[in-house]
Nanobody, 127 residues
Framework: QVHMEESGGGLVQSGSSLTLSCAVSRLTFNAYAMGWFRQAPRKEREFVAAVDKNGGRTYYADSAKGRFTISRDNANEILYLRLNNLRPGDTAVYYC????????????????????WGQGVQVAVSS
């Protein structure tokens, strides 16, 4: 069974930075695109960022462009999300997700395109 565990969340002030990590096991990590989603209270889960299996192609939500950076370490099977200039509106539980293919293309943005999920990590940003 695939295991995915996020870490690196916390409570920070507006303007701060965090780096989220997602350690993956029992998955051929370098064969699949990976993504980050987030879910705020009383809201639907929304796409944040994704990366293809090789790390060469990245996708971002408009809210993440210029502030967040997704990357992956295929040798150690870890997915990262660097969060810069955090705002209170970024407060949410952040989830890493594994796709069922190496690059989802236009399907990248839908949570239904992902087959495995972590348990999530809380990010809270105070003003």
């Amino acid at each position: 069974q695939v295991h995915m565990e996020e870490s690196g969340g916390g409570l920070v002030q507006s303007g701060s930075s965090l780096t989220l990590s997602c350690a993956v096991s029992r998955l051929t990590f370098n064969a699949y695109a990976m993504g980050w989603f987030r879910q705020a209270p009383r809201k639907e889960r929304e796409f944040v960022a994704a990366v293809d299996k090789n790390g060469g192609r990245t996708y971002y939500a408009d809210s993440a462009k210029g502030r967040f950076t997704i990357s992956r370490d295929n040798a150690n099977e870890i997915l990262y999300l660097r969060l810069n200039n955090l705002r209170p509106g970024d407060t949410a539980v952040y989830y890493c997700a594994a796709a069922g293919t190496g690059d989802l293309g236009d399907a990248t943005y839908s949570p239904h395109s992902y087959t495995n999920w972590g348990q999530g990590v809380q990010v809270a940003v105070s003003s």
